[in-house]
T-cell receptor
């Protein structure tokens, strides 16, 4: 079951530059998408979300873009900071009112000083 | 900031034994969830709970699993007869409503030997 895919297991970015994390999905019934950040030995922390009726949502340094026709979303972090080093999970939720989240495999982001 | 609290942080149990994983969700949240992450794999949905009953469960959540909200504050996951493949991080989460960013706990690492 690969309904949500993050094809890059890892990404390394210089401090101050833009980090772009990508996520693809296959189920066209998904209508809500979320990004979570996870540090070792901690639970996932909610970062930002986007509804399928939008194509962009911005919160401080974090922006999520949704391309419904391509079934693709991305998370942009700018500028990247050392504290952003973590595993980032993309997640999707189904028909409005459904509660289950389907997660991608995660991308480990490393910010280099 | 309100937290979801999980205990214990690490539990080792013998195969075939029963385990109970405990969670205290955020007090004004109404939706409760269990997820798990097997080492190196994606975070997987187990079950959601609302209004004192299961609202959705995955195929992983078979008859060996059960959830309970015994006293209005705790939310527990019971595995009746543990198997080696139940070894994973188990995350509890809660939210004010479906499709909101959940708050996850820090997880319980279950090791079945």
């Amino acid at each position: 079951d690969q309904q949500v895919k993050q094809n890059s297991p890892s990404l390394s970015v210089q401090e101050g530059r833009i980090s772009i994390l990508n996520c693809d999905y296959t189920n066209s019934m998904f209508d809500y998408f979320l990004w979570y950040k996870k540090y070792p030995a901690e639970g996932p922390t909610f970062l930002i979300s986007i509804s399928s009726i939008k194509d962009k949502n911005e919160d401080g340094r974090f922006t999520v873009f949704l391309n419904k026709s391509a079934k693709h979303l991305s998370l942009h972090i700018v500028p990247s900071q050392p504290g952003d080093s973590a595993v980032y999970f993309c997640a999707a939720s189904g028909v409005r009112g459904a509660q289950k989240l389907v997660f991608g495999q995660g991308t480990r982001l490393t910010i280099n000083p | 900031e309100p937290e979801v609290t999980q205990t214990p942080s690490h539990q080792v149990t013998q195969m075939g034994q029963e385990v109970i994983l405990r969670c205290v969700p955020i007090s004004n949240h109404l939706y409760f969830y269990w997820y798990r992450q097997i080492l190196g794999q994606k975070v997987e949905f187990l079950v959601s709970f609302y209004n004192n009953e299961i609202s959705e469960k995955s195929e992983i959540f078979d008859d060996q699993f059960s959830v309970e909200r015994p006293d209005g504050s705790n939310f527990t996951l019971k595995i009746r007869s543990t198997k080696l493949e139940d070894s994973a991080m188990y995350f509890c989460a809660s939210s004010t409503g479906p499709n909101y960013g959940y708050t996850f706990g820090s997880g319980t690492r279950l090791t079945v030997v």
